[in-house]
């Protein structure tokens, strides 16, 4: 089954622009893996063992003029980011530029996609050639890609205008394309990822809740597909401890489609659709404690897009960024004495170098902590085993770094997290038998439930950690025997149960 195929099959299909995308052409998809990557990442078309760049020009002039079956049409997004990749590889170092065979190709068939490409498909293949956009909106993304197509990088309003415009419904999805990939293909700056982060939620938006302290958890919305997401069961188990979370997520999400937190809450018989002031009163609630934002409630236009990670094959720069969202600030719940309200954020992260920007962020809104893990599956998520330990070239599965707001200086710590430290004896992290939202939540629910095995270990581990990383817990031992209370106690599973019964 294709990742569209996927997608198609998790119920109705997102739409860009009112008109759903034809195919996407799956050799076309396979270029689109090799060009629309970094500069020291990127594979010229033409080798024996991949695509060849005229017959990809072939499929592109084919689905131009109707001759290929729907299912197999290059759709005008896939187009968008392949000439964009093509352009911008121009700037690229001598080894990923063009190959001769990409040149031989464009050259043969030069004439006639000039002739068949659109005016917006033909101008990312020669930006000198200028367009002339149709609408305003679409005039925002075409200045933008007037500095991307030539390696330039946006100053965060420029950035946040041109995210806003691709949201919306008034620019062309090759246009959209075109600006996601190249802004990848040329690695976003901190700005750049800042107006991502404020385009899909603006800070000026969050809203204060009244709770001690809040704690942001951010993972990969594309879910997992080898290790349990226990994220959810840690938050019960948190709210049981009087640690107030928030999850954020999707239903589903290109290119894994992964089993996320909205999936397995739905599995659990919740509500997946409650509005940003419903999340906060459950938040607020004692016999509750923690909440969930779906995308598609705070951003429906960056929900909708769905489709279109589809057709342009890499994740989009703000991928990393949607992590990192701020809904909620907690501001002191009333009646509960001199402590001062905190707010901590916890985010999980894949490819090295993202997690500095993302808790840059987090310093820079206030949070009094916050820590990346390098977990498994880009997650927060920590293994239960170390394996090899990091190094100075190499980050292990299980590092975390972070940051604590102490009288108002920044206190920042790296540190591996070593299971076997604290009894937890695995010879490898198991993978569960079953990965599917009701499998995931069977599981939860018999760990909270009592029964001992790996979910339950995983559990208590990524609870513990999380709350003496962030200073709640001062003492790594102490931070497991009290989650391994409010487990055996039956008090997580109390809160769990709660949430559900409170969003419906």
Not at 52 to 61: G, R
Not at 104 to 130: D, N, T, V, W
Not at 159 to 186: E, F, H, W, Y
Not at 356 to 382: I, M, T
Request: hydrophobic letters at 40%; charged letters at 20%; one cysteine or more.
């Amino acid at each position: 089954m294709s990742t569209y195929d996927a997608l198609r099959g998790t119920g109705p299909r997102a739409t860009d622009s009112g008109s759903d995308y034809p195919g996407p052409n799956l050799e076309l998809l396979e270029a689109q893996a090799r060009v629309c990557t970094g500069p020291h990442q990127t594979r010229p078309l033409g080798n024996p063992d991949g695509p060849q760049p005229a017959s990809i020009l072939e499929i592109i002039l084919k689905s131009l003029v109707g001759g290929l079956p729907r299912e197999e049409t290059a759709s005008s997004a896939q187009m968008g980011a392949f000439f964009t990749a093509m352009t911008l590889r121009n700037y690229f170092p001598e080894a990923t530029r063009w190959s001769p065979a990409e040149r031989e190709a464009f050259c043969h068939y030069q004439s006639m996609l000039e002739e068949k490409l659109p005016p917006e498909i033909r101008y990312l293949m020669a930006p000198m050639r200028g367009y002339v956009p149709t609408n305003p909106t679409e005039a925002v993304v075409v200045t933008a890609l007037e500095k991307i197509l030539r390696a330039k990088h946006l100053d965060y309003g420029e950035t946040r205008q041109m995210c806003t415009a691709v949201l919306s419904d008034a620019v062309k999805p090759a246009l959209k394309a075109a600006a996601l990939i190249g802004q990848r293909m040329n690695r976003e700056t901190y700005e750049e990822v800042r107006g991502y982060l404020d385009a899909f939620f603006a800070p000026e938006e969050v809203r204060p809740i009244a709770v001690n302290s809040l704690t942001h958890f951010g993972q990969p919305y594309d879910g997992v597909t080898r290790y349990f997401r226990p994220t959810l069961f840690v938050a019960a188990v948190r709210a049981a401890l009087g640690e107030a979370s928030v999850l954020h997520s999707v239903d589903v999400m290109p290119p894994k489609n992964g089993v996320t937190e909205e999936a397995i809450l739905k599995a659990l018989g919740a509500n997946t659709t409650l509005s940003l002031e419903q999340t906060a009163a459950r938040i607020a609630d004692k016999t509750v404690g923690f909440g969930y934002v779906s995308q598609r409630e705070y951003s429906p236009g960056a929900y909708a897009l769905r489709e279109l990670r589809v057709h342009i094959k890499k994740r989009p720069p703000w991928a990393a960024t949607e992590k990192a969202q701020q809904f909620f600030s907690a501001v002191g719940a009333r009646g509960t004495g001199p402590r001062a309200a905190a707010n901590y954020m916890v985010l999980g992260y894949y490819h090295i170098g993202y997690e500095k920007p993302l808790l840059q962020l987090a310093w820079e809104r206030g949070f009094d902590g916050a820590v990346a893990v390098k977990g498994e599956e880009g997650s927060s998520h920590y293994a239960l085993r170390l394996g090899k330990p990091s190094t100075s070239d190499r980050m292990a599965i299980n590092y975390s770094q972070g940051f604590l707001r102490v009288d108002g200086h920044r206190e920042d710590f790296a540190v591996d997290i070593n299971p076997s430290d604290y009894g937890f004896g695995y010879a490898r992290s198991p993978r569960p038998e079953s990965i599917s939202p009701h499998a995931f939540a069977e599981a939860g629910i018999a760990a909270l439930s009592g029964q001992k095995g790996h979910i339950y270990d995983r559990i208590v581990l990524n609870t513990a950690m999380v709350d003496y990383l962030l200073g709640i817990c001062p003492e790594p031992r102490r931070a497991i025997t009290r989650a391994r209370a409010a487990i055996d106690d039956g008090s997580a599973l109390k809160h769990l149960r709660a949430y559900v019964a409170a969003s419906c």
